[in-house]
Nanobody
């Protein structure tokens, strides 16, 4: 059974940092494209970052320079390091994976292209 489990969310002050983890079971993540998405109350889900099977990455303009996505293949986990957090970053963060999604510096796969999703982890940034 394929499962993605996010962790690492929490409450942090503006300017602080968090590292989210997306741990997979049932699939080998380094063969998959992985994306991070977020959804704030009353807002639509939005793309945050993605990483392709060959390590290409992409970021939403709102987080570029502050967030870093990475893989640890030995742990079958993808991370999202979030620095200099802002209250506007408050949302539930989801990771998603798909064997056919293509993430490059020019392409950010839409959410509908991902097959597997985690349950989400809450990130709250206080001002």
């Amino acid at each position: 059974q394929t499962q993605l489990v996010e962790s690492g969310g929490g409450l942090v002050q503006s300017g602080g940092s968090l590292r989210l983890s997306c741990a997979a079971s049932g699939i080998t993540l380094n063969n998959y494209g992985v994306g991070w998405f977020r959804q704030a109350p009353g807002k639509e889900r939005e793309e945050v970052s993605c990483i392709g099977g060959y390590g290409d990455t992409n970021y939403a303009s709102s987080v570029r320079g502050r967030f870093t996505i990475s893989r640890d293949n030995a742990k079958n986990t993808v991370y999202l390091q979030m620095d200099d957090l802002d209250p506007e970053d408050t949302a539930v963060y989801y990771c998603a994976a798909d064997p056919y999604s293509i993430c490059t510096s020019y392409v950010f796969p839409e959410a509908k292209l991902y097959t597997y999703w985690g349950q989400g982890t809450q990130v709250t940034v206080s001002s």
